[in-house]
């Protein structure tokens, strides 16, 4: 289950209720898929083979379809990040940057543990979106964001893009970040 710490004042959000209605408030989409169907094997190996990386679409398939049909994606892929992960430092420096996107960034993670920092309304600031196995976050178009991993730098994640092009970001110079 997903936690929100709010940055500029530490403060914890937790409980499904109380994390989706502050994300809510916030316009960020929050859902949660159903674990249990994805086989252990699959939610622990993050050097996923490219057949692996389609079991897990196949078995999440009503489920990304659904999205799709909800907000207009086009394409899906699984992506996996993890000390084995060539140029992972590389790849992290590119995520760490605040940036915007022209469309929503969904993710569904589906292993592993990762941290989304979004911008929030003025009164809120920027604040964490710490994922778990299961939860389905849609960073809405034109937000400042960023994504890290979490201390355990492991990660597999299902994305969907509207843009054929997939993960197009738009670099924000944000000093409200810090």
Do not use: C
């Not at 989304?116 to 920027?126: H, L, W």
């Amino acid at each position: 289950m997903a936690e929100i710490v709010i940055r500029n004042t530490n403060e914890r959000i937790t409980g499904v209720d109380n994390v989706r209605d502050f994300l809510n408030k916030q316009e960020v989409i929050y859902e949660h898929w159903n674990i249990e169907k994805l086989p252990e094997e699959l939610q622990t190996n993050f050097a996923l083979t490219d057949e692996e990386k389609k079991r897990i679409l196949d078995i999440y398939d009503e489920e990304i379809r659904d999205l799709a049909s909800r907000r207009g994606y086009k394409i899906w892929d699984v992506i996996t990040l993890s000390e084995s992960t060539p140029n992972l430092e590389d790849l992290l420096k590119k995520f760490e940057e605040v940036h915007t996107h022209t469309e929503d960034e969904i993710r569904a993670i589906v292993g592993g543990k990762g941290i989304f920092i979004i911008k929030g309304t003025d009164d809120v600031g920027y604040f964490n979106v710490e994922l778990e196995p299961g939860d389905v976050i849609s960073v809405p178009e034109n937000t400042p964001h960023f994504f890290t991993l979490m201390d355990n730098r492991q990660i597999i994640a299902v994305r969907l893009f509207i843009e054929e092009n997939g993960w197009i970001a738009e670099p924000v110079a944000d000093p409200g970040l810090y």
